[in-house]
Each structure stands twice: as structure tokens, then as C-alpha cells.
């Protein structure tokens, strides 16, 4: 996606010369009274933009979802903003203080572990809460897991959709899952490398017959990518674990006109003869544009 930025009077750290601009240490920006919402690295730490680095530096305070991780960026870049923890366990309790600190004309710099801030993080509280005490809330855009993903992947990128985290449980995650079956657009969420493996199934027994794509690593020295469709990418995480967190790409469903149901009964009563319940349901699942539990279930009766 192509966004044109505009120059706001508003924002003094935006009103550069050219020397300026070609700078690499822009020092003694004045920013405007307000909440600044800063993308920071995925991994590589010079994935940082110039105003980021300005605005860390001018804030009177940077709130961090994990002020250890945040202290080597700052670090990096010699800088010395005080940092307070500002996380999903002390959220509702931090929010009337920083609302405080705003109202009394402070600067306050939000930065998650990693990426933009509010996909995945405590940050959309604070953020609703400024825009409703009429407080300037300063997006910063920046490095994003989700769209190095979706970049990385292949898959269509005309339509996509964030889904984050899915429940831990196999139930509730089938569950969020069927609710996303009929969406036209590459699904995108977040997995930790433990429950990848049950991830995977369940998706193949709600979504059926789908290209989808495991990254991790994003930006870092070894970045990965496996590609396949969901038998091969279990064989795979379980022949190769991956580690740490993950961003999953699952493509739209196909675009073939789906069956109605009498069409899928006269296949199934077809092939299951022949195959067997689960293999049949498999195939036919891929043609059919219904999810392979679906049809399985629909097999399962008419046995």
C-alpha cells in the first residue's frame, strides 16, 4: 500500500530543511504536546526511521511494553529518555496517570517489544482513552511483522486480514477459525513455535486445501520462510521445530463457485466407497470450497 504523506503545521519536528533531511542525527526537535505512537524495529536494529529516533529523544518519557528490550534500542542510539513499563498487567492502572501527564502538556513516546505499536499489544487502550480526553495522538509508521510477512510471502496482498494471536486450545481455536472460513482475503496471525504444529491442523480441518506460508526470524541474520500447503508444512515443523514466535500466512479461499450441498452428498456417496470417509472428504473438500470438517462431517452421516 502507497500512502502520501502530507506536512502537518502542527508538528514542528516535521518542518526540516534539506541539510536537515539528509542528516543522520536531526537533535533539539521540539515536538508538540501529545501521545507519539513509535514503530520500532523487528529484529534489525537499523530499521528505525530518523523522526522515531528524533521523537524517543525529545520525549519526556517513552512507555514500553518491556523496558529491558526497549533499553538496548535506546542504547543503540545513545539515548537517554526516561522509560516506564506500560504493559497487558499494569494497563488499566498506568492509563489515568499518562492521561495526567498529557493533560499537562508532556510529550509521551509508546513503543511495543517490536513493530507498531496497538497489533497485538496493550497500546489501543491508551491510545482510545487520549482520543477521548481530545488528546493529539502522532502515529509514527514503521517496521511491522505483518506486512513483512505479507511481503515476504507471496501470497495475494489486495485483501488480507490481521487476525493476531488464536486461542491456545484446540476447541476455541477451531472455533475463531470457522468464523474467518468464508473471508476473501489472505488471513494473517501470530504462532508461537510450540503450538505451531497443532495450529496447522487445526487449520487444515477448518479451511481444507489452502497455500500458506510459516516466516520467522523477520529482518534478522536468518530469516525463513517455508512454503506449501498444510500437509507439507506440518511434515515439515515437525521434522524442523521452529522456534520463537511466528507470522502465518494463509491464502483466500478458492475462488471457484462453491457447491451446494446435494452436489457434495452425490460426490461424497461417489468416492467413499471407493476411498474411504477421510480421504474422500479431503478430496473433496479441495473442488467444493467447503471446509474439509465440514465435509467430513457431512460423510460421517451419510456412513
Known amino acids: 500500500m502507497t500512502h502520501s504523506d502530507s506536512i502537518s503545521d502542527t508538528n514542528p519536528s516535521q518542518h526540516l530543511t534539506g541539510e536537515e533531511l539528509q542528516s543522520n542525527s536531526v537533535k533539539n526537535v521540539t515536538l508538540e504536546s501529545g501521545l507519539y505512537v513509535v514503530a520500532t524495529p523487528i529484529g534489525n536494529l537499523r530499521d528505525i526511521t530518523l523522526r522515531a529516533l528524533d521523537t524517543l529523544r525529545a520525549a519526556d518519557m517513552i512507555l514500553a511494553e518491556d523496558t529491558r528490550q526497549t533499553h538496548k534500542l535506546l ?52 491510545v482510545r482513552a487520549a482520543v477521548k480526553a481530545g488528546i493529539d495522538v502522532f502515529p509514527l509508521p514503521g517496521p511491522s511483522a505483518v506486512l513483512a510477512g505479507l511481503v515476504k510471502s507471496g501470497l495475494p496482498s489486495d485483501r488480507f486480514m490481521f487476525a493476531g494471536f488464536l486461542p491456545p486450545k484446540s476447541g476455541a481455536r477451531k472455533t475463531s477459525l470457522e468464523a474467518l472460513t468464508n473471508v476473501k482475503a489472505t488471513l494473517i496471525f ?74 457434495v ?27 474439509k470438517r465440514d465435509v467430513y462431517q457431512l460423510a460421517l452421516k451419510l456412513k
Not at 102 to 123: E, I, N, R, Y
Not at 223 to 242: I, W
Open 75 to 126: 542504547s543503540a542510539y545513545d539515548i537517554k529518555t526516561p522509560l516506564s513499563p506500560y504493559h497487558d498487567h499494569n494497563a488499566a492502572k498506568r492509563v489515568p496517570g499518562v492521561i495526567k501527564d498529557l493533560q499537562a502538556g508532556k510529550v509521551v513516546a509508546l513503543v511495543s517489544d517490536a513493530g507498531t505499536p496497538l497489533v497485538s499489544d496493550p497500546g489501543f487502550n491508551l
Open 190 to 263: 501470530f504462532e508461537t513455535g510450540p503450538r505451531i504444529a497443532a495450529c496447522l491442523t487445526d487449520m487444515h480441518s477448518v479451511f481444507g486445501e489452502r497455500d500458506v506460508v510459516l516466516t520467522r526470524e523477520l529482518t534478522k541474520h536468518y530469516e525463513e520462510a517455508r512454503h506449501g500447503d498444510f500437509e507439507t508444512l506440518m511434515k515439515s515443523v515437525k521434522a524442523d521445530k521452529p522456534r520463537g514466535e511466528l507470522v502465518v500466512l494463509v491464502g483466500p479461499p478458492s475462488t471457484s463457485e462453491r457447491w451446494g450441498e446435494e452436489d
Open 265 to 291: 452428498i452425490s460426490a461424497l456417496n461417489t468416492q467413499i466407497p471407493e476411498l474411504g470417509v477421510k480421504r474422500a472428504s479431503a478430496e473433496i473438500s479441495a473442488q467444493c470450497g467447503w471446509p
